[in-house]
């Protein structure tokens, strides 16, 4: 696919931005505001996501208004583990791409420089970006849905690792000898938080999980929080998600509580966790890492 010049004197700068999660994939085109000007989105098919996943991206392209011009450079997120230097990703419930050579197959297709990075660090550049997070010099984020999905800032820098996942706390153990996660271990903390985990273990919908499980999943995530806001230093950190909308104040309450259980250090006075009043759209994520 080549991106043909356009007749335009001033295109609308902008970037192709592609989300992928374990659910769905979707595919638009992010202007320099964070407006998205177009957008298309699938189910994630159980078999040839590529395929899929391509015909996605022609269609959007192929419906770009006369005079946008082309897409500057194309940022894409993906849940799960990544691994940055390799551009490789491995999505959760996604068997079919495990260490799938995204970023080459995306630079191919396109021609543009794919920036390529975790749905939680996408979520964070956006935050900063557009977000209750602007200002905020250090910070943890973490959003709870079909994964648990996380990224921090220090001082002003977005932590990275040696993989890309500095700051993931979805495998951070916060129950020892507790339930089997799908990575392999036990008691990691996505076994307990993320809604496919919690509606395979109560086999019916997330709203209609018990006052029990509520609690639990809240107490949980108040574990996670208060140990990496212990080992990174942060007093700020925000709570997203469908997990964080549909369990609501009850969860939100036992979160609280365990929190404040576990912080007792002097420097974790004033941890503060901020549930943002607007949730940013994944492409408007996906789109902050290329513009950014």
């Given at each position: 696919?080549s991106?043909?010049?356009?007749d335009e004197?001033?295109p609308?700068?902008?970037?192709?931005a592609?989300?992928?999660?374990s659910?769905?994939?979707?595919?638009?085109?992010v202007?320099?505001?964070g407006?998205v000007?177009?957008r298309?989105?699938?189910t994630t098919?159980?078999?040839?996501?590529?395929?899929?996943?391509e015909?996605?991206?022609?269609?959007v392209i192929a419906a770009?208004?006369?005079g946008?011009?082309?897409p500057?450079?194309?940022?894409?997120s993906c849940?799960?583990?990544?691994?940055?230097?390799?551009g490789?990703v491995?999505?959760?419930?996604?068997?079919?791409?495990?260490?799938?050579t995204?970023?080459?197959h995306l630079?191919?297709?396109?021609?543009?420089s794919?920036e390529?990075d975790?749905?939680?660090a996408?979520?964070?550049?956006?935050e900063?970006?557009?977000?209750e997070a602007?200002?905020v010099?250090?910070?943890?984020?973490?959003q709870?849905?079909?994964?648990?999905?996380?990224?921090?800032v220090i001082?002003?820098v977005?932590?990275?690792?040696?993989?890309?996942?500095?700051?993931?706390?979805?495998h951070?153990?916060?129950e020892?000898?507790?339930?089997?996660?799908?990575c392999?271990a036990?008691?990691?903390?996505?076994a307990?938080?993320s809604?496919s985990?919690?509606?395979?273990?109560?086999n019916?919908?997330l709203?209609?999980?018990?006052a029990?499980?509520?609690?639990?999943t809240?107490?949980?995530l108040g574990?996670?929080?208060?140990?990496i806001?212990?080992?990174?230093?942060v007093?700020?950190?925000?709570?997203?998600?469908n997990?964080?909308?549909?369990?609501g104040?009850?969860?939100?309450?036992?979160?609280?509580r365990?929190i404040?259980?576990r912080?007792?250090l002097q420097?974790?006075t004033?941890?503060?966790?901020?549930?943002?009043?607007?949730r940013?759209?994944?492409l408007?994520?996906?789109?902050?890492?290329a513009?950014?």
């Amino acid at each position: 696919m080549s991106f043909a010049p356009s007749d335009e004197v001033e295109p609308i700068p902008h970037v192709l931005a592609v989300a992928v999660e374990s659910t769905r994939l979707a595919a638009g085109l992010v202007d320099a505001r964070g407006e998205v000007l177009l957008r298309d989105r699938i189910t994630t098919p159980t078999r040839e996501v590529w395929r899929s996943l391509e015909r996605l991206i022609r269609r959007v392209i192929a419906a770009s208004p006369d005079g946008l011009g082309s897409p500057m450079a194309v940022g894409v997120s993906c849940v799960g583990p990544v691994d940055v230097p390799a551009g490789t990703v491995s999505p959760p419930l996604v068997p079919t791409w495990t260490n799938f050579t995204l970023r080459e197959h995306l630079e191919r297709l396109t021609g543009r420089s794919v920036e390529l990075d975790t749905a939680g660090a996408a979520s964070t550049e956006a935050e900063r970006w557009l977000g209750e997070a602007r200002g905020v010099a250090s910070f943890l984020s973490v959003q709870i849905d079909g994964t648990a999905e996380s990224a921090c800032v220090i001082d002003g820098v977005r932590l990275s690792g040696s993989h890309g996942n500095a700051g993931a706390i979805a495998h951070v153990n916060v129950e020892p000898n507790g339930k089997l996660c799908r990575c392999g271990a036990s008691g990691c903390l996505e076994a307990y938080v993320s809604s496919s985990a919690i509606e395979a273990e109560i086999n019916r919908p997330l709203g209609r999980a018990t006052a029990p499980t509520v609690e639990r999943t809240g107490i949980m995530l108040g574990r996670a929080i208060a140990s990496i806001a212990a080992i990174l230093d942060v007093r700020t950190v925000f709570v997203s998600g469908n997990v964080i909308d549909v369990l609501g104040d009850p969860m939100l309450a036992a979160m609280h509580r365990e929190i404040a259980l576990r912080s007792r250090l002097q420097s974790l006075t004033g941890l503060e966790v901020i549930e943002p009043h607007e949730r940013i759209a994944p492409l408007v994520a996906a789109a902050a890492l290329a513009l950014n």
